[in-house]
């Protein structure tokens, strides 16, 4: 997608990396996820700066350091991601900042390619930060000049929630004119803002609340929200993309569309419910706005317990206006995922089945050796976790079934949050020792072949420093340290760590199949470049 004028056809996560280079965003950064991907790749492919962190956390907070210095950060990532970075998002909400600060949400409603379906409207109201929530291509484009005028106006960080459906689905989008930041990146010493001792961070909680109570009036009056005329018998309140399933599902419906859903126009939303003989809110996964409103002691009817999981459609919401408890349609079969024929993972899971290996397991590609025809998976809680719940494991079992235990983590997932299990292992370790097998392919298989501190490449594929794994374990104090790149040897590196009563890491380093021919004409560019 080129950077005229003109409208084009554009995915929601497009929209938004030509809104971030139009905005004159300083720089984007995030971790690689579905259904936030994109953003940053095309944010950069339009000539923005944009960059892979190791994770959400170390994201949000350059983007923090950014925005403190007075210029835009984008900062991108799926809703799980928020979970790792909630420490700095809490506390930059009491801090505020000078430049702007937009922190991308995108949930998966019905976990198209997630561990659960967490609905981070929540985050919004718990940390006290301002949400807008985009229906389509344009509105995500729309809305994150709103964001950045927010963000700046107040100076406060802002969540812009996505959904995999507003994301992925494409649309028309009509640009504005370009809208840089006006002054000059700076940074203005304020110890009272930035630093959250205790006797700082009390009088910053109190400015934050009455921000907030200053932007809950304004919203009141925002452009942000829509009101569809319409039969007074049924009037619906909805946001993002359940507005659009909720406008083909009752087109004779009076409509209540919120684009900013923290801190809501409770006012506008009272006079709106008193206005129609039944108030009905639609909104995907949790009943967020109904428990908001009601709390408010506005009444109004929210959808049955059965449509809070998954995806809504025009059928389902038809189903709820009509009250239908019935049992829904079961959904076609789709064909199952699994590894690929060449994965380089095969092997070494088939050594593991072969051995009764106890694997705690990790997130990426590796997680779909829990389905046949190996089904070696025993668990996979979130990024990193293996390698302490593999910890875990051995110091409760006994000693025989301890020493099957085995930690297995991809090498995006290792950088990402393996590297302070590995230190828990050294300092904590096990009395039967214990094996962390590293699945090095190369690249961040899943979710698309994205570059990591592993790779030695940036985001655009260009060389910089490389991190490898082997010298950070040997660093931190792993002692039996492998590397393999024949999957032959991988059985007896795997038995002699098991038999060891002391830390061990494996690492077999072989190129996804998928990503080779990428990966090696990446590689031998950067070969070039020295």
Same mark, same amino acid.
């Given at each position: 997608?080129?950077?005229?004028m003109?409208?084009?056809?554009?995915?929601?996560?497009? /929209?938004? /990396?030509?809104?971030?280079?139009?905005?004159?965003?300083?720089?984007?950064?995030?971790?690689?996820g579905t259904?936030?991907?994109e953003?940053?790749?095309?944010?950069?492919?339009?000539?923005?700066?944009?960059q892979?962190?190791?994770?959400?956390k170390? @994201?949000?907070?350059?983007?923090?350091?950014?925005?403190?210095?007075?210029?835009?950060?984008?900062v991108?990532?799926?809703?799980?991601?928020?979970?790792?970075?909630?420490d700095?998002?809490?506390?930059?909400?009491?801090?505020?900042?000078?430049?702007?600060?937009?922190?991308?949400? /995108?949930?998966?409603?019905g976990?198209?390619s997630?561990?659960?379906?967490?609905?981070?409207?929540?985050?919004?109201?718990?940390?006290?930060?301002?949400?807008?929530?985009?229906?389509?291509a344009?509105?995500?484009?729309?809305?994150?000049?709103?964001?950045?005028?927010?963000?700046?106006?107040?100076?406060?960080?802002?969540?812009?929630?996505?959904?995999?459906?507003?994301?992925?689905?494409?649309?028309?989008?009509?640009?504005?004119?370009?809208?840089?930041?006006?002054?000059?990146?700076?940074f203005?010493?304020?110890?009272?803002?930035?630093?959250?001792?205790?006797?700082?961070?009390?009088?910053?909680?109190?400015?934050?609340?009455?921000?907030?109570?200053?932007?809950a009036?304004?919203?009141?009056?925002?452009?942000?929200?829509?009101?569809?005329?319409?039969?007074?018998?049924?009037?619906?309140?909805?946001?993002?993309?359940?507005?659009?399933?909720?406008?083909?599902? @009752?087109?004779? /419906?009076?409509?209540?569309?919120?684009?900013?859903?923290?801190?809501?126009?409770?006012?506008?939303?009272?006079?709106?419910?008193?206005?129609?003989?039944?108030?009905?809110?639609?909104?995907?996964?949790?009943?967020?706005?109904?428990?908001?409103?009601?709390a408010?002691?506005?009444?109004?009817?929210?959808?049955?317990?059965?449509?809070?999981f998954?995806?809504?459609?025009?059928?389902?919401?038809?189903?709820?206006?009509?009250?239908?408890?019935?049992?829904?349609?079961?959904?076609?079969?789709?064909?199952?995922?699994?590894?690929?024929?060449?994965?380089?993972?095969?092997?070494?899971?088939?050594?593991?089945?072969?051995?009764?290996?106890?694997i705690?397991?990790?997130?990426?590609?590796?997680?779909?050796?829990?389905?046949?025809?190996?089904?070696?998976?025993?668990?996979c809680?979130?990024?990193?976790?293996?390698?302490?719940?593999?910890?875990?494991?051995?110091?409760?079992?006994?000693?025989?079934?301890?020493?099957?235990?085995?930690?297995?983590?991809?090498?995006?997932?290792?950088m990402h949050?393996?590297?302070?299990?590995?230190?828990?292992?050294v300092?904590?370790?096990p009395?039967?020792?214990?094996v962390?097998?590293?699945?090095?392919?190369?690249?961040?298989?899943?979710?698309g072949?994205?570059?990591?501190?592993?790779?030695?490449?940036?985001?655009?594929?260009?060389?910089?420093?490389?991190?490898?794994?082997?010298?950070?374990?040997?660093?931190?104090?792993?002692?039996?340290?492998?590397?393999l790149?024949?999957?032959?040897?991988?059985?007896? @590196?795997?038995?002699?760590?098991?038999?060891?009563?002391?830390p061990?890491?494996?690492?077999?380093?072989?190129?996804?199949?998928?990503?080779?021919?990428?990966?090696?004409?990446?590689?031998?560019?950067?070969?070039?470049?020295?």
């Amino acid at each position: 997608m080129g950077s005229k004028m003109e409208p084009r056809l554009a995915s929601g996560n497009q /929209a938004v /990396a030509w809104a971030a280079r139009h905005l004159g965003v300083s720089l984007g950064t995030g971790y690689p996820g579905t259904p936030s991907t994109e953003i940053l790749e095309n944010f950069s492919l339009l000539g923005g700066r944009a960059q892979w962190s190791p994770n959400e956390k170390v @994201a949000l907070e350059v983007g923090i350091g950014v925005a403190y210095g007075g210029a835009r950060a984008l900062v991108t990532m799926k809703h799980v991601g928020v979970n790792v970075a909630a420490d700095p998002l809490f506390t930059v909400a009491y801090t505020g900042v000078r430049g702007g600060l937009v922190l991308v949400s /995108a949930d998966d409603p019905g976990m198209g390619s997630s561990q659960n379906e967490q609905d981070n409207r929540r985050y919004a109201k718990a940390a006290s930060v301002m949400m807008l929530e985009p229906a389509d291509a344009q509105e995500a484009y729309d809305f994150l000049f709103d964001a950045f005028f927010l963000s700046e106006t107040w100076n406060l960080p802002v969540m812009f929630r996505m959904t995999t459906r507003v994301c992925h689905s494409r649309g028309i989008v009509t640009p504005r004119n370009p809208s840089p930041a006006s002054k000059t990146p700076h940074f203005v010493r304020d110890m009272p803002s930035y630093v959250m001792i205790p006797g700082y961070a009390r009088p910053a909680h109190r400015r934050m609340r009455e921000k907030m109570t200053k932007i809950a009036e304004w919203n009141e009056q925002s452009d942000l929200n829509t009101l569809y005329e319409g039969d007074r018998r049924l009037g619906i309140v909805t946001s993002g993309v359940a507005f659009l399933h909720a406008r083909e599902a @009752a087109p004779y /419906a009076r409509i209540l569309k919120l684009g900013m859903t923290y801190p809501l126009p409770i006012h506008l939303i009272r006079r709106f419910a008193a206005s129609v003989d039944r108030c009905l809110v639609i909104e995907e996964n949790d009943p967020y706005l109904v428990e908001s409103l009601r709390a408010e002691g506005v009444e109004c009817e929210g959808k049955l317990e059965m449509y809070r999981f998954d995806e809504l459609n025009v059928a389902r919401v038809r189903r709820i206006i009509a009250r239908d408890a019935s049992p829904e349609p079961a959904r076609p079969k789709g064909k199952p995922p699994q590894l690929c024929k060449g994965c380089p993972h095969r092997i070494a899971f088939g050594v593991m089945k072969k051995m009764d290996c106890i694997i705690s397991g990790d997130i990426g590609c590796y997680t779909l050796s829990v389905l046949p025809p190996f089904e070696t998976h025993d668990s996979c809680v979130c990024m990193g976790a293996s390698v302490g719940v593999g910890l875990g494991l051995r110091h409760a079992l006994p000693d025989d079934e301890a020493r099957r235990v085995v930690s297995v983590i991809g090498d995006s997932t290792f950088m990402h949050s393996g590297l302070t299990g590995v230190v828990e292992m050294v300092y904590n370790p096990p009395k039967t020792g214990h094996v962390i097998v590293i699945l090095d392919n190369g690249t961040t298989a899943m979710t698309g072949m994205q570059e990591h501190p592993g790779t030695g490449r940036t985001l655009d594929h260009a060389k910089t420093n490389q991190v490898p794994a082997e010298d950070v374990c040997r660093a931190i104090g792993v002692k039996n340290v492998h590397v393999l790149e024949r999957a032959g040897a991988f059985e007896k @590196a795997l038995r002699d760590g098991l038999a060891k009563a002391e830390p061990t890491v494996i690492i077999l380093r072989k190129l996804c199949s998928l990503a080779a021919p990428k990966l090696k004409k990446y590689q031998l560019a950067t070969e070039e470049e020295t």
